[in-house]
Nanobody
Framework: QVQLVQSGGGSVQAGGSLRLSCAVS?????TAWFRQVLGKEREGVAI???????AYADSVKGRFTVSKDNAKNILYLQMNNLKPEDTGIYYC??????????????????WGQGTQVTVSL
């Protein structure tokens, strides 16, 4: 069954803001945002665990904020001061177990459908 459903994204000028949402079914000890930038490998953007601890890629620190509304089971990514190099397809992801910890480098079992973010000069 469908586990993660994304919404949000779109196009914005540099310096602007966007918010991504991801409806997550069930309890997930670890949820994250990844992005696929053209010509590059998929990279981790932000992580939040069930305790609310978060971590970010260096490239987005101070500009992006990850959060999770546990009552609604929605994961968010608030993106401020967007840059053209943030352009790409963004995916939410979730783990079903905590084995191995919560990082960009462990397997994620469920993925959202992806949403395009385009930042222009």
């Amino acid at each position: 069954q469908v586990q993660l459903v994304q919404s949000g994204g779109g196009s914005v000028q540099a310096g602007g803001s966007l918010r991504l949402s991801c409806a997550v079914s069930g309890y997930r000890p670890c949820t994250a945002w990844f992005r696929q930038v053209l010509g590059k490998e998929r990279e981790g953007v932000a992580i939040v665990d069930s305790a609310g601890n978060s971590a970010y890629a260096d490239s987005v620190k101070g500009r992006f904020t990850v959060s999770k509304d546990n009552a609604k089971n929605i994961l968010y990514l608030q993106m401020n001061n967007l840059k053209p190099e943030d352009t790409g397809i963004y995916y939410c992801a979730a783990r079903r177990s905590y084995g191995g910890g919560c990082s960009f480098y462990v397997p994620y079992s469920d993925w959202g459908q992806g949403t395009q973010v385009t930042v222009s000069l």
